[in-house]
C-alpha cells in the first residue's frame, strides 16, 4: 500500500487512469482519496480528464472542499460531492464519482441495480437513488452546491453507492483499490442484469450471498489480483502515469506479484477465490 | 481557437478524425466549417474517408456548394447539406453529416431522440426528423439536390441537429468544439436511451433541465477538457493529421491543457463541471 | 482493378483480412475469386483463417470444386458453395461464406434481413433462407457435397446474398471489391435492424429506394472510398499480407487514393455520395 | 501435440491468455490439465489473473486438490472444481471455469443456452444448471469444500459444461485445444442465442444436427485452425507466454500451420470445414 503523499498521488493518478481504461471513466468523473494523516483533508486532482491525470495534478482540498493553497488550475465544479461524503463518512477513504455507459440507463429508467452475481455483491443489497429535482427542482445536474452535496451525501448514507437520476453514480471505498474494483464490478454486474432481464428474468443474490460474497470481494488477495491484472491492461494500452524514474520503480514494484512471497505455513491453508 | 486558413484546415482534419475514432463517422460521413472571414463560404474535404483526411484535402465552396476554384478532386456528391444549412443558419459555424450506428436505429424505427442524461441536453429537448421520400418520392437517399438540401435546412429549423430517416442525421454547431462535442453526446444519448428503453422506461429531463444543462455542455472548460481527451485517444490511435513541423507543434500547443495557466483570482470562483 | 494472377492473389488476401479485420469473418469462413482469364476456374485459398491468408495461400480450383494442380495442402472442405456459385451464376466474380456475429440471430429466429438504410440496399429488398435440413435432413451443418452446394446456389437464385440456417450466410459480387462492401453493409443493416426492433419498429425502404441506393452503393467512388478506408484500418492493425517488394508497392499503390487524379471536366459534374 | 510437462506448462499459460484475450476469462477464471503421465495429479497456475500466467506460475496438485510440493505461493481457492472433476470423469484431461460475461446472463436468468449454431454444437444438446443455494444455503459462491466440488462434478455429470447459478460456468474437454475451443463457442452459442431471443424466436440446432456438428468441432483440423487463429490474436496483443528461446522456438512451431505439409493421397481426399 502507498504510504507517502507522492506514492498517494500516483496511485490517485493509476486509479484514475485504469477506471478509465476500464470503461467506468471516459472525458468526464473524478475519483479521490482521503489525506492520510489528516481526515479533513482529501486528495483531488485539477479538472482534467481521468485517463490523463498526472501525479503532479492532484491537489489538495479541505472538507469544505476549498484548495489548501490558492489554486490557479481550473477545479472540477463537482468536488463537493468528495468533500460533503467525506464529511459524512468518516470510514471512506476513497470516492469515485462517474457517468459510466453500463450505469447510466439504470439512472435514466428508474430501475434499482440489484447484485445478480458474486462479485456484483461488491454494492451490496440495494442501491439508493438521489433525483436532483426532488429537492432542488430544475438545475444543470451537477453537483456544485453544498447543500447539494450534503443532500446526496444523505442519499448515499451507509451504502457502497447510489445511482444518480439522469447523471451517473458515486461510489465509494475504504481503501483506493477497494473503490477501484466496486466500481468495476458494479458497472459488470449492470451490463449483466440489462442482459438477463432481456432474457426475461432476473433473479438477485439473496441477503446472505450477498453479505457473504461481498466479504470475499474485499479480500486483500482479490483486490491484489484485479489491481495487477487491469495495471498491465494499463500499462499494454501505454497509459502508466508518468513517473520519476524513482516512484515508478516504486510504482512497478506495487503493481508486480511477487512470484515468490516469503514462505508462511499460514499461507498453504489460505484461501484465496 | 484556430484563426488562421491553415490553422482551419488543420482543426478540421483533427475533427474528423476525431468523430471517426469515437465512433460517429466511419467510410462515411463529412465535416465542414464556414469560413472565418468570408461568411459566404465554407471548408470542406475532398471525398474521401474522414479518418483519412489531410488539411491539403479541404477545400473553398460558395453557399451554392461550388467549388470556389476549377476543383479536380471527386468532391461529395451531399455537400448541399452544407451549403443549405450555412445559407439557412447564420448562426452556424460547423456541420457534421453522419451515419452512426448509435443513431441508425432511431432514424429506422422513427422513435424520437429525447436528452436522457446531463451531455445529451447537448441536442435540445426535441429533435426533427426529415424524410427525404416526404417530399422527393423514392430516391437513392442521397441528399445531392439544391432543393434537397433547403428541405432538410427546413427541417433543422433553429435545432441542434435533425434525424435523417433510413440515412443518418445531421448536427450543427457554433465553432467546430461545440459541433464535436455534440455529435459524440448526441450518440451516447442515442445508446443510453435504447438501453432505458429495453429496461422498459425512458424518462427524459425537464426543460429546466435540458436548457440549463444544455448551456453547460457549451462552456469552453468543458469542450476544452473534451478536446484533450479525444486528441489524446486520436493520437493513441495513431491518427493525429499530418502537419508541418510548423503547424503540428502549434496544433500540440492546441491540444494540451496548460498545466499552469496564468493566474487570475477570478480562475478561482469559476466553476466547472 | 488487379489484373494478373499474382495481383489477384494479393487481392484475395487482402479481401480475406480486410473482411476479418472488420467482423465478418472470424476463424472460419472463406472468399473466393473467380479466374480472371478462364470463367471455367476459381481462385480459393488453402483452409486457414482469413486473417492469415498470404498470396501464397491462394489456389486454383475446376467448377467442380476439385484442385487444378494436385494438392497436398488442407482443403476447406465447403469450397462447393464457391464452385456451385460459379457454374449457376456467370455474373458473379466474387464468394464469400461467413458466419458473422451480426448476421447468426437473423440465420437463428429465421428472421429475413431487409434494408433498413441506404447502404444496406447492397443486399437487395428480400434476402432467401436456405435450411439444409429441409433437403438434406439432419447433417454437421456443412456443406460438403456437390448436390448440397447445387441447393445453395438455387437458393441464392439471382440474389446477392442467401441466409443459410444455424449456420451463416453466403454473398456474392461481380467484382471483389463490391462483394466486400456488400458483406460488411449487411452486417451493419442486420445490427441496425435488430436495434431498431427493439426499438418497437422496422421500417424498410421502399423498393424503389433499395434500387436506386443499391445502384449508388456499386459505385466505384463509393467502393473505392470504402477500400481505401479498410485498408488504413487493416494496415493500422498490422495485418496488410506480406508481398514482395514490387507487388506490395503495387498494392499499396492500389490502396492509396490519387492525391491529384487527372483532371477531367467531367468529373466536376460527377456526383459522389 | 505437447507432451513434456516443460511444454504442457507453457501450453497451460498460452490457454489461459488466449481465452482472456477472447473474452472467456478476465482477472478471475482458472484452467488446468490433468498431468500427461499421471491421471491422479493435475497442473494449475498459482493465484493470479489468467492473461498473466507464465509456464513457472504452474503447480502440481493431486486430485484432493493438495500441492504435490509444499506451496508457498497464493493457490485458487476454487482448485477443487479442477480435483473433483478429474476424481469423476477420467475421460476429461483440461478443466476450465470462467465467469464470461456472454454467459452470466443465462447463469442468472435461468435460461439454458442451447445450441443454435453448428459450432454451437460444441456444448452438446442441454447443459445442466448448479445452483450453490440449493445444497449449501447462503455461502459466498465460491467453490472451496471438497463436498461443493463433488456436488458440482455430479451436476455437471457427463456433459461438457455445467452452468453455475449466479457464478459462471465450467467447461471440460478431452485436451486442451478442445477446451479452449469449446468455451469460446460456448459464448459465441450465448450471445447469438440472446439476440435471436430478442428477434423473437429460438430455434436449438436437431439432436442429430447437434451431435453430427458437434462431432465435425472436435476434428484436429478444426482445433487446430482456431489454435493458430487465437494465437496470431494473442500474439497480435503482445500477450504470448514468455519462454525461453528453445521452448518459445518449440512453441512457434506448435503455433504455426504447416505451409507444406507432407504430401499424403489420403490428405487429398479429406474434408475439412
Chains 1, 2, 3, 4 share one sequence.
Not at 439508493?128 to 452535496?149: A, Y
Amino acid at each position: 500500500m502507498a504510504n507517502s503523499l507522492d506514492d498517494l498521488r500516483y496511485e490517485l493518478a493509476l486509479a484514475s487512469r485504469m477506471l478509465a481504461n476500464e470503461g467506468v471513466l471516459d472525458a468526464f468523473g473524478h475519483v479521490s482519496l482521503r489525506h492520510p494523516s489528516d481526515p479533513g483533508r482529501y486528495l483531488l486532482p485539477r479538472s482534467r480528464s481521468p485517463q490523463l491525470i498526472e501525479p503532479s495534478d492532484v491537489l489538495e482540498f479541505t472538507l469544505d472542499s476549498e484548495p489548501v493553497r490558492p489554486a490557479i488550475e481550473k477545479l472540477f465544479a463537482e468536488r463537493v460531492i468528495h468533500g460533503c461524503i467525506y464529511e459524512a463518512r468518516p470510514d471512506v477513504m476513497a470516492v469515485c464519482h462517474h457517468h459510466a455507459a453500463a450505469v447510466l440507463p439504470f439512472a435514466i429508467a428508474g430501475v434499482p441495480i440489484v447484485p445478480v452475481f458474486h462479485l456484483g455483491a461488491a454494492t451490496g443489497e440495494d442501491m439508493p437513488f438521489w433525483d436532483q429535482q426532488d429537492e432542488f427542482g430544475d438545475t444543470n445536474l451537477l453537483v456544485v452546491k453544498p447543500e447539494e452535496g450534503r443532500s446526496l451525501a444523505r442519499a448515499l448514507g451507509q451504502h457502497p453507492a447510489v445511482l444518480m437520476t439522469h447523471h451517473g453514480a458515486t461510489v465509494v471505498g475504504r481503501d483506493v483499490r477497494e473503490l477501484v474494483s466496486r466500481s468495476i464490478f458494479m458497472c459488470q454486474n449492470a451490463q449483466f442484469q440489462l442482459q438477463a432481464h432481456m432474457l426475461g428474468k432476473v433473479v438477485p443474490l439473496s441477503s446472505g450471498e450477498t453479505r457473504l460474497a461481498g466479504t470475499i470481494n474485499a479480500m486483500p488477495n482479490v483486490v491484489g489480483r484485479t489491481w495487477e491484472y487491469w495495471s498491465m491492461r494499463l500499462d499494454l494500452a501505454g497509459r502508466l502515469p508518468p513517473a520519476g524514474a524513482r516512484s515508478r520503480k516504486a510504482a512497478k514494484l506495487k503493481l508486480a506479484a511477487p512470484a515468490r512471497p516469503p514462505a508462511k505455513s499460514s499461507r498453504r491453508k489460505q484461501k484465496h477465490p
